[in-house]
């Protein structure tokens, strides 16, 4: 899907659950896409049309939003598919890389990474947390906060507006507000905790 993504990089594309039923060779997904009522449906048609997305099915429809389910034979989705890990595809970028927010035990994110790295995909530890750390900030909003803060976004007044930031970061603005104000309370709950 990341070559969908990429002619429409303003949209996000999240994979919420993906599984292999027994006998068959695709991976079912279930996905959400944010965008313009516009970019929507040209994505889903997007997808359609795709040579490896079969049965695209949309499911329920917001302003702005739309749920579905589809099934590929994309490698790597197996690969997410198959693991004893937990992952959430968070989004696909203009530049082909995915983030994704996986959960489970150490060997088992291990034998993850491996076994994506069998299938030829690339892939980097953007943050790690154990149940010792559950409060700190993700990676990606490690990383998105930093950008924010050394682009001038929490000065006053701004050095630079959201859709230029959200542009910089190639992700939607309604996504990176969404990230910021997310890593904003965690800190805050953080300060006011360790004050008590």
């Known amino acids: 899907m990341l070559d969908v993504t990429a002619k429409c990089p303003s949209v996000t594309i ?17 996905f959400e896409i944010n965008g313009s009522p516009g970019q929507l449906k040209s994505v889903v048609e997007e997808l359609k049309d795709h040579d490896n997305i079969h049965d695209v099915d949309v499911m329920a ?8 389910s589809l099934k590929t034979q994309c490698p790597c989705g197996k690969v997410i598919a198959s693991s004893k890990c937990f992952s ?15 959960f489970g035990r150490e060997e088992h994110l291990r034998n ?7 299938e030829g995909t690339k892939a980097s530890i953007l943050g790690w947390s154990s149940e ?27 050095k630079i507006k959201l859709r230029k ?3 910089n970061l190639s992700v939607s603005p309604s996504s990176l507000v969404e990230t910021l104000k997310s890593a904003e309370k965690k800190i805050l709950k953080d300060h006011f905790n360790s004050k008590q």
Request: glycine share 12%.
């Open 61 to 68: 429809s917001k302003k702005g939003r739309v749920f579905g």
């Open 88 to 102: 959430t595809v968070e989004e696909g970028t203009p530049n082909g890389t995915v983030e994704l927010t996986t």
């Open 132 to 158: 010792n750390d559950s409060r700190g900030l993700t990676g990606r909003q490690e990383q998105r906060l930093r950008v924010a803060l050394e682009s001038g976004y929490f000065d006053f007044p701004k």
């Open 14 to 30: 999240r994979i919420l659950d993906s599984k292999i039923p027994n006998g068959s060779d695709y991976v079912h997904e279930l």
């Open 112 to 118: 993850f990474l491996d076994d994506l790295a069998s």
């Open 165 to 167: 930031l959200a542009g």
